[in-house]
């Protein structure tokens, strides 16, 4: 089946700092990748996505690149500000007409003036 | 910008009690779904709705569990009988009809069982 796995946190960062949260993933086909976030008491938003290998999703200054050889989805952000204290989740679904994610499970950022 | 709302927040109910967790979707949303994250543990998907049938669900959609969308607007949740074990946030989800197309979450129902 699928899965995804991230780095688990808390990852502490002080402000200006180069972020890079991890993710690999696993998939019987050809999945479309995604980075969500959750910003305290809210629910899960879109950050990103890719549909294709080589692909890079970007947005809000964060980018991931679709690895297919190395089945890898990595977040990076050149510099965190305190606005990004959030927990990130790295997902996949294998597309059609409708959308069964796969979550990873987490990875909280906290980035500290 | 539009967006999925839920209802209530938080829901403490006992255990063996029926509770039903309330989601108004995205008005031009025609998929429909629930996940539910267990403190400290994964985002699990428990089920998709599409066309007022069920699409797909996991393991852990058992027959406690059903959904239902009585009216051109709610998507609900219902739980019959629940159990501790069925503590966690829940999250409703919406998208529209085509491939690729993003989910977009509700804020979620912290459910408590006690």
């Known amino acids: 089946g699928n899965s995804v796995t991230q780095m688990e946190g808390p990852v502490t960062l002080s402000e200006e700092a180069f972020l890079t949260i991890n993710c690999t993933y696993t998939?019987?086909?050809?999945?479309?990748l995604f980075w969500y976030v959750q910003y305290p008491g809210e629910g899960l938003q879109l950050l990103l996505k890719?549909?294709?290998?080589?692909d890079k999703g970007s947005n809000k200054g964060f980018e991931a690149t679709y690895r297919k050889e190395t089945t890898s989805f990595h977040l990076e952000k050149g510099s965190v500000q305190v606005s990004d204290s959030a927990v990130y989740f790295c997902?996949?679904?294998?597309?059609?007409?409708?959308?069964?994610?796969?979550f990873g499970i987490g990875t909280k950022l906290q980035v500290i003036p | 910008e539009p967006e999925v709302t839920q209802t209530p927040s938080h829901q403490v109910t006992q255990m063996g009690q029926e509770v039903i967790l309330r989601c108004v979707p995205i008005?031009?949303?025609?998929?429909f779904y629930w996940y539910r994250q267990i403190l400290g543990q994964k985002v699990e998907f428990l089920v998709s709705?599409?066309?007022?049938?069920?699409?797909?669900k996991s393991e852990i959609f058992d027959d406690q569990f059903s959904v239902e969308r009585p009216d051109g607007s709610n998507f609900t949740l219902k739980i019959r009988s629940t159990k501790l074990e069925d503590s966690a946030m829940y999250f409703c989800?919406?998208?529209?009809?085509?491939?690729?197309?993003?989910?977009?979450f509700g804020n979620g129902t912290r459910l408590t069982v006690t």
């Open positions: 989800a919406s998208s529209v009809q085509y491939s690729n197309s993003p989910l977009h």
């Open positions: 998939a019987t086909g050809y999945p479309s």
């Open positions: 890719a549909t294709k290998a080589d």
């Open positions: 997902a996949l679904s294998e597309g059609g007409g409708y959308q069964k994610v796969t």
């Open positions: 008005s031009n949303h025609l998929y």
């Open positions: 709705f599409y066309n007022n049938e069920i699409s797909e």
